[in-house]
Protein backbone atom coordinates (compact mmCIF):
# COMPACT_ATOMS: atom_id res chain seq x y z
CA UNK A 1 0.00 0.00 0.00
CA UNK A 2 1.93 3.26 -1.16
CA UNK A 3 0.91 7.62 -1.35
CA UNK A 4 0.13 8.31 -3.75
CA UNK A 5 1.26 12.24 -3.86
CA UNK A 6 -0.43 13.44 -6.91
CA UNK A 7 -3.78 12.80 -4.44
CA UNK A 8 -2.69 15.61 -2.13
CA UNK A 9 -3.43 19.28 -3.23
CA UNK A 10 -2.70 22.24 -0.82
CA UNK A 11 -5.40 23.28 1.32
CA UNK A 12 -7.44 26.14 -0.04
CA UNK A 13 -7.07 29.36 2.05
CA UNK A 14 -8.08 29.32 5.45
CA UNK A 15 -9.04 32.72 6.57
CA UNK A 16 -9.39 36.33 4.99
CA UNK A 17 -6.18 37.38 3.51
CA UNK A 18 -6.99 41.28 3.97
CA UNK A 19 -4.40 42.96 6.46
CA UNK A 20 -1.45 42.07 7.84
CA UNK A 21 -1.90 38.22 8.98
CA UNK A 22 -2.92 38.09 12.80
CA UNK A 23 0.20 36.76 15.43
CA UNK A 24 -2.22 34.80 17.24
CA UNK A 25 -5.98 33.02 16.16
CA UNK A 26 -7.38 34.92 19.65
CA UNK A 27 -6.51 38.36 17.46
CA UNK A 28 -9.55 36.77 15.00
CA UNK A 29 -13.22 37.54 16.15
CA UNK A 30 -14.77 34.67 14.15
CA UNK A 31 -12.06 32.04 15.94
CA UNK A 32 -13.08 33.92 19.77
CA UNK A 33 -16.82 32.83 19.12
CA UNK A 34 -15.79 29.48 17.75
CA UNK A 35 -13.24 29.23 21.18
CA UNK A 36 -15.98 29.87 23.11
CA UNK A 37 -19.02 27.38 21.48
CA UNK A 38 -15.88 24.59 21.75
CA UNK A 39 -15.57 25.32 25.64
CA UNK A 40 -19.70 25.67 26.28
CA UNK A 41 -20.29 22.53 24.52
CA UNK A 42 -17.13 20.91 26.09
CA UNK A 43 -18.49 21.71 29.51
CA UNK A 44 -21.77 20.30 29.03
CA UNK A 45 -21.38 17.39 27.09
CA UNK A 46 -18.20 16.47 29.36
CA UNK A 47 -20.69 16.62 32.47
CA UNK A 48 -23.38 15.05 31.33
CA UNK A 49 -21.28 11.97 30.21
CA UNK A 50 -20.05 11.66 34.15
CA UNK A 51 -23.43 12.12 35.77
CA UNK A 52 -25.06 10.03 33.35
CA UNK A 53 -22.51 7.38 33.81
CA UNK A 54 -22.87 7.54 37.96
CA UNK A 55 -26.65 8.01 37.46
CA UNK A 56 -26.23 4.63 35.84
CA UNK A 57 -24.00 2.83 38.11
CA UNK A 58 -25.68 3.87 41.15
CA UNK A 59 -29.09 2.82 39.70
CA UNK A 60 -28.01 -0.52 38.47
CA UNK A 61 -26.24 -1.36 42.12
CA UNK A 62 -28.94 0.30 44.08
CA UNK A 63 -32.38 -0.38 42.20
CA UNK A 64 -31.47 -3.27 40.89
CA UNK A 65 -28.83 -4.80 43.14
CA UNK A 66 -26.24 -5.73 41.12
CA UNK A 67 -22.31 -6.57 42.30
CA UNK A 68 -19.82 -4.35 41.40
CA UNK A 69 -19.26 -7.03 38.21
CA UNK A 70 -22.43 -6.61 36.95
CA UNK A 71 -22.90 -2.76 37.66
CA UNK A 72 -19.30 -2.59 35.72
CA UNK A 73 -20.53 -4.36 33.09
CA UNK A 74 -24.09 -2.02 32.33
CA UNK A 75 -21.32 1.26 32.28
CA UNK A 76 -19.55 -0.92 29.37
CA UNK A 77 -23.16 -1.04 27.75
CA UNK A 78 -23.77 2.60 27.90
CA UNK A 79 -20.42 2.96 25.99
CA UNK A 80 -21.56 1.04 23.66
CA UNK A 81 -24.96 3.22 23.59
CA UNK A 82 -23.38 6.12 23.05
CA UNK A 83 -21.24 4.63 20.04
CA UNK A 84 -24.03 2.52 18.02
CA UNK A 85 -25.10 6.10 16.87
CA UNK A 86 -21.92 7.68 16.17
CA UNK A 87 -20.43 4.14 14.21
CA UNK A 88 -23.99 4.41 11.99
CA UNK A 89 -23.84 8.21 11.44
CA UNK A 90 -20.47 9.06 11.33
CA UNK A 91 -20.01 8.61 7.61
CA UNK A 92 -23.26 10.80 6.92
CA UNK A 93 -22.09 13.51 9.21
CA UNK A 94 -19.03 14.15 7.14
CA UNK A 95 -20.46 13.69 4.03
CA UNK A 96 -23.37 16.61 5.62
CA UNK A 97 -20.24 18.46 6.86
CA UNK A 98 -18.73 18.89 3.43
CA UNK A 99 -21.39 19.59 1.85
CA UNK A 100 -23.64 22.06 3.78
CA UNK A 101 -23.21 25.04 5.82
CA UNK A 102 -20.90 23.81 9.11
CA UNK A 103 -21.98 26.64 10.82
CA UNK A 104 -25.78 25.59 10.59
CA UNK A 105 -25.16 21.52 11.06
CA UNK A 106 -23.19 22.04 14.49
CA UNK A 107 -25.78 24.55 15.62
CA UNK A 108 -28.59 22.33 14.76
CA UNK A 109 -27.12 18.95 16.53
CA UNK A 110 -26.21 21.20 19.57
CA UNK A 111 -29.84 21.97 19.33
CA UNK A 112 -30.73 18.25 19.79
CA UNK A 113 -28.34 17.61 22.78
CA UNK A 114 -30.38 20.79 24.57
CA UNK A 115 -33.25 18.50 24.21
CA UNK A 116 -31.59 15.85 25.56
CA UNK A 117 -30.32 17.82 28.57
CA UNK A 118 -34.19 18.70 29.73
CA UNK A 119 -35.18 15.43 29.18
CA UNK A 120 -32.76 13.91 31.84
CA UNK A 121 -33.11 16.89 34.08
CA UNK A 122 -36.74 16.04 33.76
CA UNK A 123 -36.47 12.10 34.30
CA UNK A 124 -34.26 13.24 37.52
CA UNK A 125 -36.62 15.56 38.82
CA UNK A 126 -39.35 13.40 38.87
CA UNK A 127 -37.50 10.34 39.63
CA UNK A 128 -38.18 8.55 36.82
CA UNK A 129 -34.51 7.35 36.64
CA UNK A 130 -33.93 3.58 35.12
CA UNK A 131 -31.52 1.78 33.03
CA UNK A 132 -33.37 1.91 29.63
CA UNK A 133 -34.00 5.46 30.05
CA UNK A 134 -30.93 6.55 30.76
CA UNK A 135 -29.44 3.90 27.77
CA UNK A 136 -31.61 6.00 25.46
CA UNK A 137 -30.98 9.36 26.72
CA UNK A 138 -26.97 8.09 26.46
CA UNK A 139 -27.84 6.96 22.51
CA UNK A 140 -29.34 10.23 21.76
CA UNK A 141 -26.66 12.58 23.12
CA UNK A 142 -24.22 10.56 20.88
CA UNK A 143 -26.51 10.92 17.54
CA UNK A 144 -25.70 14.58 18.60
CA UNK A 145 -22.25 14.89 19.25
CA UNK A 146 -21.80 12.92 16.05
CA UNK A 147 -22.91 15.94 13.82
CA UNK A 148 -21.33 18.44 16.57
CA UNK A 149 -17.55 16.95 16.29
CA UNK A 150 -16.81 16.75 12.55
CA UNK A 151 -18.59 20.30 11.85
CA UNK A 152 -16.77 22.15 15.11
CA UNK A 153 -13.62 20.42 13.87
CA UNK A 154 -13.97 21.38 10.29
CA UNK A 155 -14.68 25.11 10.91
CA UNK A 156 -10.98 25.86 12.45
CA UNK A 157 -9.34 26.00 9.83
CA UNK A 158 -11.13 28.09 7.78
CA UNK A 159 -11.07 30.85 10.33
CA UNK A 160 -7.39 31.10 10.52
CA UNK A 161 -4.18 31.58 8.81
CA UNK A 162 -2.45 27.72 7.53
CA UNK A 163 0.75 29.20 9.57
CA UNK A 164 -1.49 29.56 12.96
CA UNK A 165 -3.50 26.23 12.88
CA UNK A 166 -1.10 24.29 15.38
CA UNK A 167 -1.41 27.14 17.56
CA UNK A 168 -5.19 27.37 16.64
CA UNK A 169 -4.98 23.38 17.59
CA UNK A 170 -3.56 24.30 21.05
CA UNK A 171 -5.77 26.88 21.87
CA UNK A 172 -8.66 24.45 20.91
CA UNK A 173 -6.83 21.53 23.11
CA UNK A 174 -7.19 24.41 26.08
CA UNK A 175 -11.03 25.33 25.47
CA UNK A 176 -11.66 21.51 25.54
CA UNK A 177 -9.90 20.74 28.67
CA UNK A 178 -10.91 23.96 30.16
CA UNK A 179 -14.33 22.25 29.87
CA UNK A 180 -13.56 18.67 30.55
CA UNK A 181 -12.01 20.29 34.21
CA UNK A 182 -14.53 22.49 35.07
CA UNK A 183 -18.12 20.21 33.58
CA UNK A 184 -16.99 17.06 36.03
CA UNK A 185 -15.71 18.91 38.57
CA UNK A 186 -18.63 21.29 39.14
CA UNK A 187 -21.49 18.64 37.75
CA UNK A 188 -20.22 16.35 40.25
CA UNK A 189 -20.36 19.06 42.91
CA UNK A 190 -24.24 20.21 41.86
CA UNK A 191 -25.15 16.70 41.26
CA UNK A 192 -24.01 15.80 45.08
CA UNK A 193 -26.50 18.83 46.54
CA UNK A 194 -29.32 18.55 43.57
CA UNK A 195 -29.43 16.02 41.36
CA UNK A 196 -31.18 17.69 38.05
CA UNK A 197 -29.19 21.13 38.49
CA UNK A 198 -26.23 19.61 36.15
CA UNK A 199 -28.85 19.04 33.36
CA UNK A 200 -29.95 22.22 33.24
CA UNK A 201 -26.75 24.55 33.31
CA UNK A 202 -25.68 21.76 30.18
CA UNK A 203 -28.99 23.07 28.35
CA UNK A 204 -28.18 26.61 28.82
CA UNK A 205 -24.80 26.17 27.83
CA UNK A 206 -25.30 24.12 24.75
CA UNK A 207 -27.52 27.27 24.28
CA UNK A 208 -24.42 29.57 24.50
CA UNK A 209 -22.49 27.16 22.21
CA UNK A 210 -25.09 27.13 19.33
CA UNK A 211 -25.38 30.80 19.34
CA UNK A 212 -21.69 31.34 19.21
CA UNK A 213 -21.46 28.93 16.46
CA UNK A 214 -24.11 30.11 14.33
CA UNK A 215 -22.70 33.98 14.89
CA UNK A 216 -19.14 33.25 12.47
CA UNK A 217 -19.28 35.17 9.75
CA UNK A 218 -16.12 34.80 7.68
CA UNK A 219 -16.54 31.38 6.84
CA UNK A 220 -15.90 30.35 3.22
CA UNK A 221 -18.90 29.56 1.42
CA UNK A 222 -19.51 25.46 0.24
CA UNK A 223 -18.19 24.59 -2.88
CA UNK A 224 -20.28 24.84 -5.96
CA UNK A 225 -19.32 21.18 -6.84
CA UNK A 226 -19.51 20.26 -3.27
CA UNK A 227 -23.47 18.90 -3.83
CA UNK A 228 -22.57 17.30 -7.26
CA UNK A 229 -21.00 14.15 -6.46
CA UNK A 230 -24.06 11.38 -4.86
CA UNK A 231 -23.35 11.26 -1.38
CA UNK A 232 -22.23 7.46 -1.46
CA UNK A 233 -19.44 8.54 -3.40
CA UNK A 234 -18.42 11.03 -1.34
CA UNK A 235 -18.33 9.18 1.89
CA UNK A 236 -16.52 5.91 0.06
CA UNK A 237 -13.78 8.76 -1.16
CA UNK A 238 -13.04 10.02 2.38
CA UNK A 239 -12.34 5.81 3.54
CA UNK A 240 -10.18 5.57 0.37
CA UNK A 241 -8.56 8.49 0.55
CA UNK A 242 -7.28 7.69 4.11
CA UNK A 243 -6.92 4.05 3.64
CA UNK A 244 -4.34 5.23 0.88
CA UNK A 245 -2.82 7.83 2.52
CA UNK A 246 -0.19 5.92 5.08
CA UNK A 247 0.21 8.49 7.38
CA UNK A 248 -3.18 9.22 8.22
CA UNK A 249 -4.51 6.14 8.57
CA UNK A 250 -1.42 5.52 11.16
CA UNK A 251 -1.90 8.37 13.39
CA UNK A 252 -6.04 8.08 13.16
CA UNK A 253 -6.03 4.29 14.08
CA UNK A 254 -2.85 4.42 16.80
CA UNK A 255 -5.32 6.78 18.89
CA UNK A 256 -8.12 4.11 18.30
CA UNK A 257 -6.31 0.97 19.62
CA UNK A 258 -4.02 2.56 22.20
CA UNK A 259 -7.27 4.16 23.70
CA UNK A 260 -9.54 2.07 22.91
CA UNK A 261 -7.53 -0.61 24.70
CA UNK A 262 -6.08 1.74 27.52
CA UNK A 263 -8.76 3.59 28.68
CA UNK A 264 -9.89 4.10 32.06
CA UNK A 265 -12.63 6.67 31.97
CA UNK A 266 -15.40 4.52 31.82
CA UNK A 267 -14.26 2.64 34.85
CA UNK A 268 -14.03 5.84 37.22
CA UNK A 269 -17.26 5.33 39.21
CA UNK A 270 -16.11 2.01 40.01
CA UNK A 271 -13.11 3.22 41.49
CA UNK A 272 -14.68 6.52 43.15
CA UNK A 273 -17.82 4.49 44.49
CA UNK A 274 -16.23 0.85 45.39
CA UNK A 275 -12.45 1.73 45.62
CA UNK A 276 -11.30 4.83 46.67
CA UNK A 277 -14.50 5.87 48.45
CA UNK A 278 -15.30 9.34 47.46
CA UNK A 279 -18.38 9.79 45.76
CA UNK A 280 -19.79 11.40 43.08
CA UNK A 281 -17.74 14.92 44.04
CA UNK A 282 -14.28 12.69 43.86
CA UNK A 283 -15.66 11.50 40.49
CA UNK A 284 -15.84 15.15 39.07
CA UNK A 285 -12.24 15.46 40.75
CA UNK A 286 -10.70 12.46 39.05
CA UNK A 287 -12.49 13.82 35.58
CA UNK A 288 -10.94 17.03 36.14
CA UNK A 289 -7.57 15.82 37.63
CA UNK A 290 -6.84 14.09 34.13
CA UNK A 291 -8.14 17.48 31.85
CA UNK A 292 -5.92 19.58 33.99
CA UNK A 293 -2.84 17.85 33.39
CA UNK A 294 -3.64 18.20 29.64
CA UNK A 295 -4.73 21.94 30.24
CA UNK A 296 -1.44 22.81 31.65
CA UNK A 297 0.32 21.28 28.78
CA UNK A 298 -1.91 22.84 26.09
CA UNK A 299 -1.47 26.03 27.50
CA UNK A 300 2.25 25.99 27.10
CA UNK A 301 1.75 24.10 23.31
CA UNK A 302 -0.30 27.23 23.01
CA UNK A 303 2.79 29.32 23.04
CA UNK A 304 5.86 27.04 22.70
CA UNK A 305 4.18 24.56 19.91
CA UNK A 306 6.41 21.29 19.13
CA UNK A 307 8.51 21.96 16.04
CA UNK A 308 10.75 19.01 15.35
CA UNK A 309 10.34 15.15 15.46
CA UNK A 310 6.93 15.34 16.32
CA UNK A 311 6.08 11.77 15.07
CA UNK A 312 8.51 10.15 17.59
CA UNK A 313 6.71 12.77 20.35
CA UNK A 314 3.83 11.79 19.81
CA UNK A 315 4.43 7.90 19.69
CA UNK A 316 6.77 8.16 22.88
CA UNK A 317 3.18 9.89 24.59
CA UNK A 318 1.21 7.27 23.73
CA UNK A 319 3.23 5.07 25.53
CA UNK A 320 3.31 7.06 28.52
CA UNK A 321 -0.70 7.80 28.75
CA UNK A 322 -0.29 3.74 28.67
CA UNK A 323 2.17 4.08 31.57
CA UNK A 324 0.34 6.13 33.60
CA UNK A 325 -2.68 4.31 33.49
CA UNK A 326 -1.18 1.09 34.86
CA UNK A 327 -0.19 3.48 37.76
CA UNK A 328 -3.77 4.49 38.47
CA UNK A 329 -5.34 1.22 38.09
CA UNK A 330 -2.91 -0.14 40.90
CA UNK A 331 -3.32 2.90 43.17
CA UNK A 332 -5.21 2.65 45.99
CA UNK A 333 -4.32 6.42 47.19
CA UNK A 334 -6.94 8.99 46.33
CA UNK A 335 -4.26 11.52 45.97
CA UNK A 336 -1.56 9.01 44.49
CA UNK A 337 -4.29 8.62 41.98
CA UNK A 338 -5.40 12.22 40.72
CA UNK A 339 -1.35 12.67 40.07
CA UNK A 340 -1.31 9.35 37.63
CA UNK A 341 -4.23 11.01 36.16
CA UNK A 342 -2.80 14.41 35.85
CA UNK A 343 0.00 12.77 34.00
CA UNK A 344 -2.52 11.00 31.48
CA UNK A 345 -4.42 13.22 30.80
CA UNK A 346 -0.53 15.16 29.96
CA UNK A 347 0.73 12.64 27.89
CA UNK A 348 -2.66 12.34 25.97
CA UNK A 349 -2.36 15.90 25.23
CA UNK A 350 0.82 15.57 23.76
CA UNK A 351 -0.61 12.93 21.57
CA UNK A 352 -3.70 14.56 20.44
CA UNK A 353 -2.05 17.84 19.68
CA UNK A 354 0.32 16.59 17.38
CA UNK A 355 -1.58 14.32 15.64
CA UNK A 356 -4.71 16.94 15.39
CA UNK A 357 -2.28 19.20 13.71
CA UNK A 358 -0.42 16.89 11.34
CA UNK A 359 -4.11 15.26 10.44
CA UNK A 360 -5.42 19.19 9.31
CA UNK A 361 -2.49 20.25 7.84
CA UNK A 362 -1.99 17.20 5.15
CA UNK A 363 -5.79 17.20 4.42
CA UNK A 364 -7.26 19.37 1.67
CA UNK A 365 -9.96 21.18 2.65
CA UNK A 366 -12.46 20.02 0.34
CA UNK A 367 -12.52 16.81 2.37
CA UNK A 368 -11.87 17.96 6.01
CA UNK A 369 -15.66 17.12 6.90
CA UNK A 370 -15.23 13.40 6.37
CA UNK A 371 -11.39 13.39 7.38
CA UNK A 372 -12.47 14.83 10.54
CA UNK A 373 -16.17 12.79 10.81
CA UNK A 374 -13.41 9.39 10.06
CA UNK A 375 -11.31 10.95 13.06
CA UNK A 376 -13.77 11.59 14.95
CA UNK A 377 -15.14 7.86 14.67
CA UNK A 378 -11.86 6.46 15.26
CA UNK A 379 -11.89 8.83 18.85
CA UNK A 380 -15.45 7.57 19.80
CA UNK A 381 -14.91 4.09 19.23
CA UNK A 382 -11.48 4.65 21.69
CA UNK A 383 -13.75 6.16 23.86
CA UNK A 384 -16.82 4.45 23.95
CA UNK A 385 -16.29 1.54 22.23
CA UNK A 386 -13.26 1.21 24.91
CA UNK A 387 -15.79 1.56 27.50
CA UNK A 388 -17.56 -0.98 26.91
CA UNK A 389 -14.15 -3.35 26.63
CA UNK A 390 -13.44 -2.06 30.23
CA UNK A 391 -16.90 -3.07 31.30
CA UNK A 392 -16.54 -6.18 29.71
CA UNK A 393 -12.99 -6.70 31.29
CA UNK A 394 -13.79 -5.08 34.45
CA UNK A 395 -16.68 -8.12 34.94
CA UNK A 396 -13.79 -10.68 34.04
CA UNK A 397 -10.76 -9.45 35.48
CA UNK A 398 -12.11 -6.87 37.84
CA UNK A 399 -11.70 -3.16 37.99
CA UNK A 400 -7.65 -2.83 38.76
CA UNK A 401 -7.15 -6.21 36.45
CA UNK A 402 -9.27 -4.25 33.52
CA UNK A 403 -7.47 -0.95 33.72
CA UNK A 404 -3.36 -2.32 34.30
CA UNK A 405 -3.94 -4.93 31.34
CA UNK A 406 -5.60 -2.19 28.96
CA UNK A 407 -2.83 0.09 30.18
CA UNK A 408 -0.12 -2.43 29.36
CA UNK A 409 -2.06 -2.98 25.97
CA UNK A 410 -1.52 0.40 24.91
CA UNK A 411 2.29 0.41 25.38
CA UNK A 412 2.33 -2.84 22.92
CA UNK A 413 0.01 -1.34 20.48
CA UNK A 414 2.49 1.68 19.98
CA UNK A 415 5.51 -0.20 19.51
CA UNK A 416 3.62 -2.35 17.05
CA UNK A 417 2.11 0.92 14.85
CA UNK A 418 6.19 2.62 15.11
CA UNK A 419 6.95 -0.57 13.58
CA UNK A 420 4.05 -1.02 11.16
CA UNK A 421 4.11 2.62 10.37
CA UNK A 422 7.15 4.27 9.61
CA UNK A 423 5.91 6.72 8.10
CA UNK A 424 4.73 8.18 11.82
CA UNK A 425 8.14 8.04 13.12
CA UNK A 426 9.98 9.94 10.16
CA UNK A 427 7.84 13.31 10.38
CA UNK A 428 10.09 15.71 11.67
CA UNK A 429 7.62 18.72 11.38
CA UNK A 430 4.18 19.99 11.14
CA UNK A 431 4.92 21.40 7.47
CA UNK A 432 2.65 19.87 5.05
CA UNK A 433 3.93 17.22 2.71
CA UNK A 434 3.69 19.18 -0.44
CA UNK A 435 5.84 22.16 1.09
CA UNK A 436 8.99 19.49 0.39
CA UNK A 437 7.77 18.22 -2.50
CA UNK A 438 7.17 21.37 -4.57
Keep these: MQRSVSTIQPPSP ?18 RKFWLARFAVV ?25 IAEASFQLGLLGF ?163 RERFLLGCITLDLFAVLLGGATALMPVFARDILHVG ?30 VGVKMLLSVAA ?24 GAADMISVFIRSSLVQLRTPDDKRGRVSAISGLAISASNELGEMQSGVAAALLGATGAVVFGGGAAIVITAIWAWSFPEIRRARTFAPRWEHET
Design 14 to 31: SAPSSGPEPSSPLRIADY
Design 81 to 243: AQFLPIFLLTPVAGVIADRFDRRKVAGLAMAVDILVAIGLALVTELDLRSLPVLYVFAALHGIARVFVSPSMTAIAPNIVPTSLIPRAIAFNSIAIEAGTIIGPAAFGFLFARHHATPYWIAAALMAVAAFSITSIRNLPPVPKNARRDHPIRQIVDGFHFIW
Design 321 to 344: YGAMTVGFGLSRSFVVSLGFLAML
Design 43 to 67: FASTGMVVIIGYQLYDVARTDYGMS
Design 280 to 309: PEGLGQMRAATAAGAAIVALWLSFRPLAKN
